[in-house]
């Protein structure tokens, strides 16, 4: 799929204000700082679609962009941000909660994580928590520019064998780089392919 047009259409603190239409929503979440806004504004063609974490106050809001006016594009918050305090956590975990949960164009959650890392335990209890919740989703090895190719293939494989712990088929996965523009038409073209099944 080529992206034709992207453009930003509401931010909102509450799952249930969302946009009233039932275009199909693909989300995007991550640890603060995982490099989301940076794959987002990549996928998308548009340098600063979406807001990195530099910017206070919009990374706490679900962000929809309308792409190709057929899907929308969802920035969630990310989450495990500890110096924000407990209580912000506890909303914007909420906020999460309820979008993941109880929206129902959410056709696929892109949950993000560093490529350079051993998988982290709040990633692993969320992608459990997916799980249980029957949420479906894929995952995107983020910023595999800052390290050899083997490097990623060794940290991607030790993610995936920790979660063949867990279950029995794996999630779809792709490895990507903001910085280099690698892993844009897999993403693109995986959604494409909801999109039209
Ligand atoms: P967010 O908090 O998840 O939205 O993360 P950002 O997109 O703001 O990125 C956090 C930091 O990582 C910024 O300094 C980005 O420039 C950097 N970054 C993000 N993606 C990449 C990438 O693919 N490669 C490299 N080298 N740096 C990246």
Redesign the pocket.
């Known amino acids: 799929m080529e992206i034709t047009s992207a453009e930003f259409v509401v931010s909102n603190s509450r799952a249930d204000m969302c946009p009233a239409t039932h275009l199909p929503e693909y989300a995007f979440i ?10 987002i504004n990549m996928l998308t063609k548009q340098p600063k679609l ?1 807001m ?3 910017t206070p106050g919009k ?1 706490l809001l679900i962000n929809h962009f309308l792409v190709n006016k057929e899907w929308y594009l969802v920035d969630l918050p ?1 989450y495990g941000y500890a110096q924000r305090g407990k209580k912000m956590m506890d909303k914007i975990e909420k906020l999460i909660q309820h979008y993941v949960l109880e929206r129902e164009q959410m056709t696929c959650l892109f949950v ?1 994580v560093d490529s350079r890392l051993a998988p982290q335990k709040i990633d692993m209890e969320f992608i459990e928590w997916l799980g249980e919740n029957g949420v479906p989703f894929a995952i995107i090895f ?5 390290q050899s190719a083997g490097k990623t293939r060794a940290n991607v494989d030790i993610y995936l064998s920790e979660l063949s712990k867990q279950w029995e088929e794996l999630p779809p996965y792709f490895i ?5 523009k690698t892993g844009r038409k897999e993403i693109l073209d995986y959604i494409e392919q909801i999109n039209h099944s």
Do not use: Y
């Open positions: 991550g640890r603060s700082n995982v490099g989301k806004s940076s794959l979406a990195t974490s530099a990374t990310g993000l983020t910023k595999a520019d800052k990507s780089s903001a910085e280099k």
